[in-house]
């Protein structure tokens, strides 16, 4: 049977135009895979990415924090929540390192930051500049009041419950956006970045410590001695406070002087009951 040119050309359109139809899918609100991605040293920002997680059903969670964090690749058709603290506006560094380990192919994201109080600066649109590095593309953002993981009067007991309504409402308009074409947001922030700087806590060990490890384990540079917890690496820690709040004894502790000049600093700048914004 002699195949027409006519034929070829029904063919070809109709394989194409399922294409079209399929491809539109995947991002169209059917979703192929959700992920919960969060750098969180103390615990805040993973609480509040998996709150806005479960307006999207199941999803599988990536700590970024875990030294033994394997890479990652996600498709076109997934959706990932990735949330990420401000570290004096700007993001951490180890939480830009293992990142890296993921890959996307135009994957639709949703940037979420915490911060405690004072201000983001350049933390989102570095989030940003990163997610879309690794073939991400950023359809939405959330920049979450938290309370500080130092001065902890700041801002306490933030997020609250008013701030969950806030990010349920806005998951919802998510969801909308995943229905439709996938565009990129914009966010603020300087793309000439602020400098980067490390306050150091000279992290304090009490006798109650009973050596444990448990610090050492679930310190995300791994600053923290195995073979003696109380001796921590003043140089590789990065001040995040994780080891403090998961010490079972309370035996950890920033250094009071610098704890309490950081909290005095804050109180003078910072305003309370700050409004959490979305883009």
Not at 6 to 15: K, L, P, T
Not at 44 to 68: A, C, Q, W, Y
Request: negative net charge.
């Amino acid at each position: 049977m002699w195949v027409t040119t006519e034929r070829v050309g029904y063919w070809r359109e109709y394989f194409l135009g399922k294409l079209k139809i399929y491809s539109g899918e995947l991002l169209k609100g059917k979703i192929m895979a959700n992920y919960n991605v969060y750098f969180s040293p103390t615990g805040t920002t993973e609480r509040v990415v998996k709150h806005m997680g479960e307006s999207f059903g199941s999803m599988e969670n990536i700590d970024l924090s875990r030294r033994d964090m394997k890479n990652h690749e996600m498709k076109q058709g997934d959706f990932c929540i990735v949330g990420v603290p401000s570290f004096g506006g700007r993001v951490p560094g180890i939480a830009t390192e293992r990142l890296r380990k993921m890959k996307g192919g135009r994957t639709p994201a949703f940037l979420l930051v915490t911060y405690g109080g004072r201000a983001y600066e350049d933390t989102l649109v570095e989030w940003k500049d990163v997610l879309e590095a690794q073939g991400f593309v950023c359809i939405g953002a959330a920049a979450i009041v938290a309370e500080h993981s130092i001065a902890h009067q700041i801002e306490a007991g933030r997020p609250s419950a008013q701030d969950y309504d806030e990010l349920d409402t806005f998951a919802a308009e998510v969801k909308e956006r995943l229905k439709g074409n996938v565009c990129p947001v914009e966010v603020p922030g300087n793309r000439t970045y602020k400098e980067y700087k490390v306050l150091p806590m000279d992290i304090q060990v009490s006798d109650e410590c009973m050596g444990c490890g448990s610090c050492a384990e679930s310190c995300p540079v791994g600053a923290i001695s195995f073979e003696d917890p109380k001796m921590t690496n003043g140089e590789a820690c990065i001040s995040c406070m994780r080891c403090v709040e998961i010490c079972p004894q309370s035996a950890r502790s920033g250094n009071p002087e610098k704890v309490q000049m950081i909290s005095e600093k804050l109180k003078m700048i910072c305003q309370p009951d700050k409004a959490n914004e979305f883009f």
